[in-house]
């Protein structure tokens, strides 16, 4: 006889006998199947069922199971539903730089017009001849349309397989006759620039999948290292230490200038510190990215799925501080037409939000929007004088229309032309925010205890499968308090949750 139906017919036997009792927490084994299923999702082995029968108290096999890798997974599957590290939609490559394949011979996307005539037109798997300049020689195959031939290239993703590519799309160069620098980003644009040596500047979908799929690794990797190696929980959100594989190390090394609508130039990680890695380096390697770094907050996956500061700073208010930003139930005052202030800390309707989420999203004011670059201050002063001197004739460089305010759609804006946009209508007193980065909020949220109240709340709500009630409050702030008293140990805030009455009380 099987031990569940021996316990089965136990159960039974016992229900025979007696009358019936209410049982108001769960006990032995049904306490066990609970704790395995939120701890590792898997039911318990008929071993430890046996070891809770033979009279061992279930708490006894907690610490065992907090240092199994179905927790940490478990861990890492939680953390997603606060960080949506899924960056997978996301497109890094413009079409003049995305490889797509046709008959067996591969060309960029929609680059095709300047030098075939045709718009998103490939070539044919002819031999391709060269002049004395070593440009393809172009064959006119009906009026307007041209035909330059192919090469055999070895590329980055797949050396062991060379592929057919079109002549013009394989060249190499690293400069047009022009002098545009064809890895860069006016190198998509240029005629005379193709994909560089083995098509490292180029990204098909294939690629592109990979790299997404590393940038999102990294963050799952990071959860990894903190429940794995007891780092305290404040690392994860603070840490300068990132996880790149080779389609990452590959996309940061050759293919950020090149960019779509996203920015990643200027990086946020120099190319020393990059790891020596072939695109086939599928496992991901720990790098130091640099003390300017705040953890999962600036590492790529977060900023690309946020791309606004104010939806970075939102999401961390949601996720970490249980903190939405929500009307008061009364609804929001009525809006004056008169008021059309730029500012919205001011404006009504918009201030009761905003006078908290503009101070908040100020700590992301370095890091790019829809974007993952990183502005240094050396390179990047808070103002920035041909800034403000070109705001005046119309004609500012790309750095400055990007990251500096230069137009002025109204005269409260004259105090900041020139600045970075992160300091428009921004207090004195919250400019700290912007040079010290989200790692500033993680420790003055820390401080105050929202942080540490909101992570024992999410972390009750995940084993607890419902949100606290109200009489579970104080509970919860006591979670908080000893999870803070034992150094931001996740597991030990675990452990507290599952051993509490709260948790193995029956519904």
């Known amino acids: 006889m099987t031990l569940l139906l021996s316990l089965f017919l136990v159960g039974m036997s016992a229900a025979q006998e007696t009358p019936a009792v209410v049982q108001t927490q769960m006990e032995g084994v049904e306490l ?69 394949v046709r008959n067996g011979v591969w060309f960029r996307n929609a680059a095709s017009t300047p030098f075939r005539g045709v718009f998103n037109l490939g070539c044919t798997a002819r031999d391709a001849e060269f002049d004395e300049f070593d440009w393809p020689i172009r064959e006119e195959v009906t009026p307007g349309v041209y035909d330059e031939g192919s090469v055999v290239i070895a590329p980055y993703w797949d050396p062991e397989n060379p592929i057919r590519v079109c002549a013009f799309d394989a060249m190499e160069q690293q400069y047009a006759p022009d002098g545009t620098d064809c890895a860069g980003v006016n190198g998509t644009a240029d005629d005379q620039c193709g994909c560089g040596p083995d098509l490292q500047w180029c990204i098909p979908t294939v690629v592109e999948r990979e790299i997404l799929a590393g940038l999102g690794e990294d963050v799952d990797q990071r959860i990894r290292a903190m429940v794995e190696d007891d780092q305290p929980y404040t690392e994860l959100l603070t840490g300068s230490t990132g996880y790149l594989n080779g389609p990452v190390t590959h996309f940061l090394t050759h293919q950020t200038e090149r960019r779509s609508g996203f920015r990643f130039s200027p990086t946020s990680i120099d190319t020393d510190r990059l790891p020596n890695l072939a695109y086939s380096d599928k496992a991901s390697v720990p790098v130091a990215m640099g003390d300017h770094h705040s953890g999962v907050l600036t590492s790529p996956a977060w900023l690309l799925r946020f791309q606004t500061q104010r939806s970075r700073a939102n999401q961390f208010h949601n996720s970490f501080l249980c903190q939405p930003f929500v009307p008061p139930s009364s609804g929001l005052p009525e809006v004056s037409e008169e008021d059309q202030s730029l500012d919205l800390t001011a404006r009504d309707g918009c201030q009761y939000c905003h006078a908290l989420l503009e101070p908040a999203a100020a700590h992301w004011g370095r890091w790019s929007e829809s974007g993952a670059a990183y502005l240094e201050p050396e390179s990047f002063p808070a103002f920035n004088a041909d800034c403000l001197e070109c705001s005046t004739r119309g004609s500012c460089t790309d750095e400055c229309r990007a990251f500096y305010v230069t137009e002025r759609l109204a005269p409260e804006q004259d105090p900041f032309i020139g600045y970075m946009n992160a300091f428009e209508f921004l207090e004195d007193r919250h400019a700290l925010h912007v040079d010290q980065g989200p790692a500033l909020l993680v420790n003055k949220t820390t401080a105050d205890g929202r942080l540490p109240e909101c992570v024992a709340e999410k972390t009750a709500e995940w084993l607890l499968g419902r949100s606290p009630t109200a009489a579970e409050e104080p509970w919860v702030q006591e979670l908080a308090t000893r999870f803070a008293e034992a150094g931001f140990d996740y597991k030990s805030l675990i452990r507290d949750i599952v051993t509490s009455e709260n948790y193995r009380r029956l519904p």
Not at 68 to 92: A, C, D, I, M, Y
Request: proline share 4%.
């Open 32 to 100: 066990l199947r609970a704790m395995s299923l939120d701890l590792r999702g898997v039911v318990p082995s008929m071993e430890e069922y046996q070891a809770v029968q033979d009279g061992n108290a279930v708490d006894d096999v907690i610490d065992q199971w907090l240092d199994t890798p179905g927790f940490t997974e478990r861990v890492v599957k939680q953390h997603r539903s606060l960080l949506w590290n899924n960056v997978s939609n996301v497109r890094l490559a413009p079409n003049q730089s995305r490889l797509t």
